[in-house]
T-cell receptor, first 113, second 113 residues
Framework: DGGITQSPKYLFRKEGQNVTLSCEQNLNHDAMYWYRQDPGQGLRLIYYSQIVNDFQKGDIAEGYSVSREKKESFPLTVTSAQKNPTAFYLC????????????FGPGTRLTVL | AQSVTQLGSHVSVSEGALVLLRCNYSSSVPPYLFWYVQYPNQGLQLLLKYTSAATLVKGINGFEAEFKKSETSFHLTKPSAHMSDAAEYFCAVSDEDDYKLSFGAGTTVTVRA
């Protein structure tokens, strides 16, 4: 089945540590996205990539980094510079056709201890 | 940048009653509009989308939405609520480049037996 996988489902991190969240898709989508979700705030865009080896900052990129070396993969690193990293992180992907929707993965819940 | 307002962060309905979730957007050009549903600790699933074809859009699980340009609205309705409709619902509007989405803050629906 085609879809988006995110791992791990739950992740715990100590303060001061970097952590990388995985996102893989087998939908052959060109564009991929990372969102952060906090209660009552909807989804906020962290980074997005429209094509391999290229990505752009979203609205809340500070303290995060990404790479897009393969079409299928778009990992997100939460660095120690991110002041409040505890949140639910969602990865999404989309075709290059403008009116097509974004497809979402199941999410990773990150907790900083 | 586009913005989306969802009126009411929480809606409670009785089983069998009408579900009405409100969404207003700001856009200088005809947008693409989406409604997503999220169950606890899961990703987002597309309910329906407006792509400038019919103004009344039918989606999955008996939901529909009507695009009203004069009111810049895209309200979501379901004639008869079911217990399985308890979830969080997000309205989203595409950006001018059609690659990014702006999400509303979400509306949580609870269904009373």
């Amino acid at each position: 089945d085609g879809g988006i996988t995110q791992s791990p489902k739950y992740l715990f991190r100590k303060e001061g540590q970097n952590v990388t969240l995985s996102c893989e898709q087998n939908l052959n989508h060109d564009a991929m996205y990372w969102y952060r979700q906090d209660p009552g705030q909807g989804l906020r865009l962290i980074y997005y990539s429209q094509i391999v080896n290229d990505f752009q900052k979203g609205d809340i990129a500070e303290g995060y980094s990404v790479s897009r070396e393969k079409k299928e993969s778009f990992p997100l690193t939460v660095t120690s510079a991110q002041k409040n990293p505890t949140a639910f992180y969602l990865c999404a992907s989309k075709t290059s056709i403008s009116y097509n929707e974004q497809f979402f993965g199941p999410g990773t819940r990150l907790t900083v201890l | 940048a586009q913005s989306v307002t969802q009126l009411g962060s929480h809606v409670s309905v009785s089983e069998g009653a009408l579900v009405l979730l409100r969404c207003n957007y700001s856009s200088s050009v005809p947008p693409y509009l989406f409604w997503y549903v999220q169950y606890p600790n899961q990703g987002l699933q597309l309910l329906l989308k407006y792509t400038s074809a019919a103004t009344l859009v039918k989606g999955i699980n008996g939901f529909e939405a009507e695009f009203k340009k004069s009111e810049t609205s895209f309200h979501l309705t379901k004639p008869s609520a079911h217990m399985s409709d308890a979830a969080e619902y997000f309205c989203a509007v595409s950006d001018e480049d059609d690659y990014k989405l702006s999400f509303g803050a979400g509306t949580t629906v609870t269904v009373r037996a």
